[in-house]
T-cell receptor
């Protein structure tokens, strides 16, 4: 079946550090890939997406590139801020899964000033 | 355009009572999904509905849980005879009909506490 694996957290960084959160997936064909962010006490917000191989999604300084050869969609940001502290979820969506999103376990990011 | 609206935000029930969670999708969205998030865990799919139809309920517990999305009104997730293990955040998401590139839009969730 379809699955998403994220690097284990929590991740703690200092402000302006470089961020990478690894995400790999298992699925046949070409799923669409997403990163969502969840701030404390809130729902999930879409951060970025990519719908085909080699697409790069980007938003608010975050980027992720859809790599079919390595089945990966790693999230990166060059310089994190305290306000980026949140839980980040990688997800995929594929027709054979009834078009629902399948999520990774989430990675807690804490950025210290 | 209002986002996905869930209510109540917080719900406290005693063991054995019923919990009803409501979700109004975004305007123009006809697909609704329910997810459950246990403390310190990720989101687990429960059920996918379109108007008046359950499309995929493979993530729903076989007993005590039911969901509907009537022709008029919000989608309802119903939990009968709640137990402590039902305590969790329940999120609803909606999407328009169309391709898989369309993201799901999430509400702020209902946090159910069973005492």
């Amino acid at each position: 079946g379809n699955s998403v694996t994220q690097m284990e957290g929590p991740v703690t960084l200092s402000e302006e550090a470089f961020l990478t959160i690894n995400c790999t997936y298992t699925a046949t064909g070409y799923p669409s890939l997403f990163w969502y962010v969840q701030y404390p006490g809130e729902g999930l917000q879409l951060l970025l997406k990519a719908t085909k191989a080699d697409d790069k999604g980007s938003n608010k300084g975050f980027e992720a590139t859809y790599r079919k050869e390595t089945t990966s969609f790693h999230l990166e940001k060059g310089s994190v801020q305290v306000s980026d502290s949140a839980v980040y979820f990688c997800a995929l969506r594929k027709e054979t899964s009834g078009s629902r999103l399948t999520f990774g376990e989430g990675t807690q990011l804490t950025v210290n000033p | 355009n209002a986002g996905v609206m869930q209510n109540p935000r917080h719900l406290v029930r005693r063991r054995g009572q019923e919990a009803r969670l409501r979700c109004s999708p975004m305007k123009g969205h006809s697909h609704v999904y329910w997810y459950r998030q246990l403390p310190e865990e990720g989101l687990k799919f429960m059920v996918y509905l379109q108007k008046e139809n359950i499309i995929d309920e493979s993530g729903m517990p076989k007993e005590r849980f039911s969901a509907e999305f009537p022709k008029e009104g919000p989608s309802i997730l119903r939990i009968q005879q709640v137990v402590r293990g039902d305590s969790a955040a329940y999120f609803c998401a909606s999407s328009p009909p169309g391709g898989l590139g369309s993201p799901l839009h999430f509400g702020n969730g209902t946090r159910l506490t069973v005492t």
